[in-house]
């Protein structure tokens, strides 16, 4: 069964900061992609990470994948309260389905 | 830009009543999914739809769950006898077919079971 971790789980920094969060999973995927989400909104696409050595940046954000070791990372560069959100990544198991990760909540504090 | 859209945005029923949750996919995809969020929790798969069939369901899918598309716009989720557990909030997706398989979500249905 197919696994997906993310840590934190909750990460409060301060603005201008860097930090990176973490995603694990457990079985082979070529596929991972990062979510954001605002308290009581959908789920926004944030990047799609389809092979290994796969780097994507957008604005303060840039993703990666290492798809040897069953890991993503979402760096944060210089952290903005307007990137306070829950970040979340998936895994696309089989094309049917995306599993996804616990979700990081980020607050970033002035 | 095109998007899911979902109906209605909050639904509140009794225990015990059917729910027909609504979603528009965007108009040229082929692959139809819906998940659901529990308060402050993960997104949790249920269902994806491919040609006018179940494609994979998850344990959550039980006999009280059912998915239609009754027309070529809506795709539709059926809470049979809904339960107090059921309350969440129901995110549809759809996805093109591309070799991204990206997933777009919808605004998501809020349903709350008194």
């Known amino acids: 069964e197919l696994k997906v971790e993310q840590n934190p789980l909750f990460l409060s920094m301060q603005e201008g900061k860097n930090y990176t969060i973490y995603c694990n999973y457990s079985?082979?995927?070529?596929?991972l992609y990062w979510y954001r989400q605002d308290p009581g909104k959908s789920l926004e696409s944030l990047f799609v990470?389809?092979?290994?050595?796969a780097v994507k940046q957008e604005g303060r954000l840039m993703a990666s994948l290492d798809t040897k070791a069953r890991l993503s990372t979402l760096h944060i560069t210089a952290a903005v309260h307007d990137l306070s959100a829950t970040y979340f990544c998936?895994?696309?198991?089989?094309?049917?389905?995306?599993?996804f990760g616990a979700g990081t909540i980020l607050r970033v504090k002035s | 830009e095109p998007e899911v859209t979902q109906t209605p945005s909050h639904q509140v029923t009794q225990m015990g009543q059917e729910v027909i949750l609504r979603c528009v996919p965007i108009?040229?995809?082929?692959?139809f999914y819906w998940y659901r969020q529990i308060l402050g929790q993960k997104v949790e798969f249920l269902v994806s739809?491919?040609?006018?069939?179940?494609?994979?369901k998850s344990e959550i899918f039980d006999d009280q769950f059912s998915v239609e598309r009754p027309d070529g716009s809506n795709f539709t989720l059926k809470i049979r006898s809904t339960k107090l557990e059921d309350s969440a909030m129901y995110f549809c997706?759809?996805?093109?077919?591309?070799?991204?398989?990206?997933?777009?979500f919808g605004p998501g249905t809020r349903l709350t079971v008194l």
């Open positions: 998936a895994v696309d198991k089989n094309g049917n389905k995306l599993v």
């Open positions: 079985t082979t995927s070529d596929r």
């Open positions: 990470l389809l092979s290994n050595g």
């Open positions: 108009s040229n995809h082929l692959y």
């Open positions: 739809f491919y040609n006018n069939e179940i494609s994979e």
């Open positions: 997706a759809s996805n093109g077919g591309s070799s991204y398989n990206e997933q777009f």
